[in-house]
């Protein structure tokens, strides 16, 4: 089991930063993929970013790259997603999600589907 939890987000003006966290407890996030989504009012769940734990490597929702930067801290069991020039549009609760350890499902990383672990989420507010 893995317990997910978010922090970080917040109120800010439109062109402003903030940076979310997502901290693993339980098991670690070695050997998995570890994502953020986003979810506004009336919308559906959508994907922002993903990071494979062991090698590292990043994938963007096109909306998000050149603003958005997703990373990883090994030590301390922890993925962040620095978010720079925030759009209205960004406004959403911000979920942390990861997979089973060394999935060999066939979902990408941009599936919801894909991962059995979410956070509780986290509320980002841009205004104009």
């Known amino acids: 089991q893995v317990q997910l939890v978010e922090s970080g987000g917040g109120l800010v003006q439109a062109g402003g930063s903030l940076r979310l966290s997502c901290a693993a407890s339980g098991r670690t996030f070695s050997s998995r993929a570890v994502a953020w989504f986003r979810q506004a009012p009336g919308k559906e769940r959508e994907f922002v970013a993903a990071?494979?734990?062991?090698?590292?490597?990043?994938y963007y929702a096109d909306s998000v790259k050149g603003r958005f930067t997703i990373s990883r801290d090994n030590a301390k069991n922890t993925v962040y997603l620095q978010m720079n020039s925030l759009k209205p549009e960004d406004t959403a609760v911000y979920y942390c999600a990861a997979d089973l350890e060394y999935y060999s499902g066939s979902y990408s990383f941009a599936h919801t589907a894909r991962y059995d672990y979410w956070g509780q989420g986290t509320q980002v507010t841009v205004s104009s």
């Open positions: 990071i494979r734990w062991s090698a590292g490597y990043r």
